[in-house]
């Protein structure tokens, strides 16, 4: 158990919808990552949040967006959903957001999006 | 930017064989290299990082890998295999600005099959 916590686990919904995402980092941890893992696409970094500042985005797209609250805990909203947008989510977190780190990850939340 | 090949999408091997996964990396600062592997409905597992110093560096589950920065290789070995280990390995590089590796870049995965 990495100490990640990811909900829900599986999430299914219909096109053109919006869900959330939630993710737990470890205790101690300021540092949240988001990344999404496609067939096509493999797995891919999309944004950084850092006691609650975005830090780095990677490869999000516009009708994505995430947040980290006052507690460390962080949501991803995904919008306007496309059959494409199917796929593993996965959240890392870590205890920094500069220099050289561990990324712990956690289990995953699995969208079905039909 | 960086990127990172895994050649071999899929292996198999018997239980007890020996088993190197092979993992390049394209980067042009010096790279901090991850391999992780993914349990079917499991998250990202860590099993070895090398940041700096020994080349080889020793992991979790007996795994060990070899960083080849003339071959810009690090490629993840176990001399023998369980049924255990069946499961999808990931190689990473770490990369971004300021001397951090905020940003991992993941290979596709190779996927391994144990065979009894």
């Known amino acids: 158990d990495s100490g990640v916590t990811q909900t829900p686990k599986h999430l299914i919904t219909a096109t053109g919808q919006r869900v959330t995402l939630r993710c737990s980092p470890r205790?101690?941890?300021?540092?949240v990552y988001w990344y999404q893992q496609s067939l096509d696409q493999g797995l891919q970094f999309l944004i950084q949040?850092?006691?609650?500042?975005?830090?780095a985005k990677g490869n999000i797209l516009e009708r994505f967006s995430a947040q980290q609250f006052p507690d460390l805990h962080s949501e991803l909203n995904l919008s306007s959903l496309e059959l494409g947008d199917s796929a593993l989510y996965f959240c890392a977190s870590s205890d920094r957001d500069r220099g050289i780190h561990i990324q712990y990850f956690g289990a995953g939340t699995r969208l079905s999006v039909l | 930017a960086q990127s990172v090949t895994q050649p071999d999408i899929h292996i198999t091997v018997s239980e007890g064989a020996s088993l190197e996964l092979r993992c390049n990396y394209s980067?042009?600062?010096?790279?901090?290299l991850f391999w992780y592997v993914q349990s079917p409905g499991q998250g990202l597992q860590l099993l070895l990082k090398?940041?700096?110093?020994?080349?080889l560096v020793q992991g979790i589950k007996g795994f060990e890998a070899e960083f080849k920065r003339s071959q810009s290789s690090f490629n993840l070995r176990k001399p023998s295999v369980h049924w255990s280990d069946a499961a999808e390995y990931f190689c990473a590089v770490g990369a971004g600005s300021g001397g951090s590796n905020y940003k991992l870049t993941f290979g596709k995965g190779t996927l391994l099959t144990v065979n009894p």
């Open positions: 090398y940041f700096s110093g020994d080349t």
């Open positions: 205790s101690g941890d300021l540092s």
């Open positions: 980067y042009g600062a010096t790279p901090y």
């Open positions: 949040y850092y006691n609650g500042e975005e830090r």
